[in-house]
Structures are given as structure tokens and as C-alpha cells.
């Protein structure tokens, strides 16, 4: 029954849902949407759900500051290096971030951390970000993927990244 949750609770429940499933894009299914109604029904409210999932505005900044550095490198391909350590979960939404711009249907997002590069990657399309990770020693699934490059700067996994995308597309 509706009427045995919280209005906190469904609205924790259905950010949950609007987060899992990238605002209702991703691994959506009828039930899905049942659940997201009976949450509604529970006394979820949208704008309080929209206000848990704000950023702050450091990392709203960070995030644009990612995407500026976007570059297309193929079409329907965008890869952005940014030379100083960023939040992990913030380049993991630019990356996301990325995928809402028209054209764009595969991001990857870099950045070093400490002694290692980090690489975010995301995909809509037909391109497997699992298998171009797994050449630089990640993995991930075909959507969402990432990997960890020790001791190379981020200029050497930019390098390293595209040969493995040319490499993906060469194997295809």
C-alpha cells in the first residue's frame, strides 16, 4: 500500500530510480514506470526528487570545465583530457553529461589522479566502450567503462586511447 511509506522514503526511492536509470533512458521496462507511479501514489514529489539529485556548484563548474575540453575526434566521438586531478564522480557525469549533446553517442573523460590516469567512458551507440577499456587494461560493460593507466602522463593515454579506438574500428 502507497500509504505505508514516508514521502521521504518514496522520494528517496524514486531518486534512486531516476539515478539507476539516467532519468528514465537507461534499463527501463514497464515495471519500471509501475514502481515510479507507486511512488508518485506514496507522495514522491518531483521537484524535492530533482532538488536530492542537485549538484553543488564546484563541481557543476568542474563538470562544465570537462566539457569545454571535449574535443570530436571521430564522428559521433568526443574525448576530453583535463591536466589536473578532478572528483571521480564528477568526471564520470561529464562523461554523461556529454552523451545529451547532439552528435555525441561516445565520450571518454580523463584526468590523472596521484600516479595514474583515470578514464571515464560512456556510450549510447553502437560503439563498445567495454572493448576499447579492456586495450588499456579496464573494463566496464558496452555502455559504461572505464580503466586506470599507471605511470604515463595524461598526453601519453591521450595517444594511447586513440590508437585504441582506431584499433576498435580497424577490428570492426
Known amino acids: 500500500d502507497a500509504g505505508d511509506l514516508l514521502q521521504i522514503e518514496a ?6 530510480i531516476v539515478l539507476d536509470t539516467k532519468n528514465f533512458t ?8 509501475e514502481a515510479a507511479a507507486f511512488l508518485r501514489r506514496a507522495g514522491a514529489d518531483p521537484t524535492e526528487v530533482k532538488k536530492l539529485m542537485q549538484s553543488d556548484f564546484e563541481s557543476t563548474v568542474e563538470r562544465y570545465e570537462i566539457i569545454s575540453l571535449a ?5 559521433g566521438i568526443s574525448v576530453a583530457a583535463m591536466h589536473k586531478t578532478v572528483n571521480r564522480i564528477t ?4 562523461a554523461d ?4 549533446i547532439e552528435g555525441i553517442e561516445t565520450s571518454f573523460v580523463m584526468y590523472p589522479d596521484t600516479d595514474k590516469v583515470m578514464i571515464s567512458a560512456r556510450s549510447i551507440g553502437d ?10 587494461g579496464g573494463g566496464g560493460n558496452a555502455a559504461t567503462a ?14 594511447m586511447l586513440l590508437g ?6 580497424e577490428d570492426e
Do not use: C
Not at 71 to 75: A, C
Not at 97 to 100: A, D, G, K, N, V
Not at 127 to 136: C, G
Open 127 to 136: 560503439v563498445n566502450v567495454q572493448v576499447i577499456m579492456e586495450k588499456l
Open 11 to 16: 522520494e528517496a526511492l524514486m531518486a534512486g
Open 97 to 100: 553529461e556529454l552523451l545529451t
Open 164 to 169: 585504441a579506438i582506431d584499433q576498435y574500428f
Open 71 to 75: 574535443q570530436m575526434i571521430r564522428p
Open 146 to 159: 572505464g580503466a586506470q593507466i599507471s605511470g604515463k602522463s595524461v598526453e601519453d593515454v591521450t595517444r
Open 91 to 94: 568526471a564520470a557525469q561529464a
Open 26 to 33: 537507461m534499463r527501463v521496462g514497464g515495471r519500471t514506470f
